[in-house]
């Protein structure tokens, strides 16, 4: 299987969130997945928000990847148009080729793989070797897929957290915990173990109309509370959080590795510390009124030692107080580098590099965050430009997908 052509194709596939829309990209999988000798199990969720899922229920490992990406915007600035699946100058380019689905196409090409490797084995195990050329002739599909303790799960609604996608898979336990291996772009030899908390909500504030020409003097203008609040709330940022003992080396690999990512970014900051984006104002009825209602929306992410249910309590209880209403908000989730899956997987990336593996953190979140809460070892690694991410000109390097093709073969042989 040539996995930057796999890519490239569903790059080609528009999965843009919203709308959201997986049913084609889907349907290219599951044909990729009974092309293996596996039996595609595909969720048909309302409005194209398909997933599919192969393979035993109760495996060792389940890999898993989402289909949707974020839009794209505008195709100025683009290089290529993004979804054209471009392979050029050593790269698949497009919207989606890193976030993430040359992790996804690694994760077809390594099952492809190991299968292939079974069923040349099985054969020659039966036949004298001496009567057998260099690869058998013949065998249309690998055999053993049944027997590998191995599923994969390709998901629609990560982007946006909506309940179709692996929250639907958990509640409906079409996948059950195991060790799972998410193959979200992680820099080549940091595999990801956790991520920061999440709390993303909206603060709507009320005002007093009125004629603009009188205020201040008359009126409360809601546009007013909204931007003191801000303010306000972002102090939250200076507070620094100490991690426990376990999680200190896991600080560290991760300021070494975000550094080389991004030279300019203050690491210490965004791990130890809440970050805060208010991303979206909206209010005002006019520029000649006194603003009567404005809604303001942020997210947090946050650090071990501070819970969601803290930074809502300080909002909900903000001089103004605001009417929140919650998004989504999880608390900070680790899967310890001890466990067999972090292990495996380290010692898989060092088998293809020949450099140490150090797990680090995610200051962003994924579906990870989800499948620990369900009991899952979850944990993180896949190819791509990290600092391209939801960014122009998305793409992602050959030889990273044929590497990252690699440890994900060295994993499934791990568990075999």
């Known amino acids: ?32 997945l009974e092309s293996l000798g596996y039996l595609p199990r595909i969720s048909r969720n309302p409005d194209g928000h398909w997933n599919v899922c192969a393979g035993p229920r109760d495996c060792k490992l389940l890999f898993c990847g989402h289909l949707d990406v974020v839009q794209a915007g505008a195709a100025e600035g683009w290089t290529h148009d993004p979804f054209s699946g471009v392979i050029e100058d050593g790269y698949v380019w497009g919207r989606g080729s890193t976030d993430m689905k040359g992790g996804c196409a690694a994760i077809l090409a390594a099952l492809e793989a190991v299968l292939d490797e079974r069923s040349i084995s099985d054969n020659l195990s039966r036949s004298d070797a001496r009567d057998m050329p260099d690869r058998p002739s013949g065998v249309d599909k690998p055999e053993g897929c049944d027997e590998l303790p191995v599923s994969v799960a390709f998901v629609c609604d990560e982007e946006n957290g909506r309940a179709d996608g692996i929250q639907y898979l958990l509640q409906e336990k079409a996948i059950i915990p195991c060790d799972c291996l998410v193959a979200e772009p992680t820099p080549y030899l940091n595999p990801s173990v956790g991520q920061k908390g999440l709390c993303r909500f909206r603060a709507t504030f009320q005002g007093t109309p009125g004629h603009g020409s009188l205020y201040p003097f008359a009126g409360v203008n809601a546009i007013v509370k909204a931007s003191k609040f801000i303010q306000r709330i972002m102090r939250v940022t200076e507070k620094e959080y100490a991690p426990e003992e376990m999680m200190s080396e896991l600080v560290r690999n991760s300021e070494d590795a975000i550094a080389q990512i991004f030279p300019d970014a203050d690491v210490a900051r965004l791990l130890t510390r809440i970050t805060c984006n208010p991303g979206v104002i909206t209010g005002g009825e006019g520029t000649n009124i006194v603003a009567e209602e404005c809604m303001v929306a942020l997210d947090m992410r946050l650090p071990w030692g ?37 292990q495996r997987l380290s010692a898989a990336i060092e088998d293809v590099y020949r450099q140490p593996a150090r797990p680090i953190l995610q200051w962003a979140a994924s579906d990870a965050r989800f499948l620990r809460e369900a009991g899952f070892r979850a944990a993180e690694y896949g190819p791509g430009e990290i600092h391209l991410l939801h960014a122009q000109n ?12 690699e440890v994900y073969e060295s994993l499934i042989r791990a568990y075999v």
């Open 1 to 32: 299987m040539d996995v930057a052509r796999v890519c490239s194709d569903l790059v080609r596939i528009n999965t843009e969130n919203p709308p959201g829309r997986t049913d084609e990209a889907v349907e290219y999988i599951a044909g990729i």
């Open 306 to 342: 501070c819970t969601p249910e803290a930074v809502l309590s300080m909002v909900a209880n903000d001089t103004f107080s605001p009417e929140i209403c919650i998004e989504s908000c999880a608390a900070p989730t680790c899967t310890s580098p001890d466990t067999a899956l972090v």
């Open 394 to 405: 998305e793409r992602v390097n050959v030889s990273q997908l044929e590497r990252a093709t």
